[in-house]
T-cell receptor
């Protein structure tokens, strides 16, 4: 069965530091992969998505993600974190069943 | 602002009761998706409608039902409520019938069952 794993429940980084949030997928074929962000009290917002082609995907708010088939990973990165990036981040996959399968999320805390 | 409107934002009710959550999608979007977010289950897909027709079904309980009306707004009906139904219910919309496009999420309806 398809699944998406986010191994880190909570990550704390200092403002200005780099960030990498991990996501691993489990599916035979290459799924469509997404990263969404949920700010406190808000709905989810799409950061970026990967369908095929270039394995390095650029998103909004300075985020990027790299698809690595050999590692079944789709990690989210940002070179310099801002305090406003504090939120919950969800990796998700869609494998043809026309719904998004979300990971359990990673909560990001940014300290000054 | 995603353009997706959900009402009510907060709802407190008792076990055994029935509630209706409403969602107005973005203008022009034909698909509506319902998700449940709880601490123990995370984000779970419930059901999708596309232009008034049910398109996909996820982990939706038989006590729950949904529909999409001709004006494309959708309602999620939850009946015989149990304590475990307490959760944040999100509606999302998209232009197309597949999630491979971008989903736009509302701010959610927080249901508390006492």
């Amino acid at each position: 069965a398809q699944s998406v794993t986010q191994p880190d429940i909570h990550i704390t980084v200092s403002e200005g530091a780099s960030l990498e949030l991990r996501c691993n997928y489990s599916y035979g074929a290459t799924p469509y992969l997404f990263w969404y962000v949920q700010s406190p009290g808000q709905g989810l917002q799409l950061l970026l998505k990967y369908f095929s082609g270039d394995t390095l995907v650029q998103g909004i708010k300075g985020f990027e993600a790299e698809f690595k088939r050999s590692q079944s990973s789709f990690n989210l990165r940002k070179p310099s974190v801002h305090w406003s990036d504090a939120a919950e981040y969800f990796c998700a996959s869609e494998t043809g069943a026309n719904n998004l399968f979300f990971g359990t999320g990673t909560r990001l805390t940014v300290i000054p | 602002d995603s353009g997706v409107t959900q009402t009510p934002k907060h709802l407190i009710t008792a076990t055994g009761q029935r509630v209706t959550l409403r969602c107005s999608p973005r203008s022009g979007d034909l698909s509506v998706y319902w998700y449940q977010q709880s601490l123990d289950q995370g984000l779970q897909f419930l059901i999708q409608y596309y232009n008034g027709e049910e398109r996909a079904k996820g982990n939706i309980l038989e006590r729950f039902s949904a529909q999409q009306f001709p004006d494309l707004h959708s309602e999620l009906n939850l009946s015989s409520l149990e304590l475990g139904d307490s959760a944040l219910y999100f509606c999302a919309s998209s232009v197309a019938g597949r999630v491979s496009g971008e989903l736009f999420f509302g701010e959610g309806s927080r249901l508390t069952v006492l």
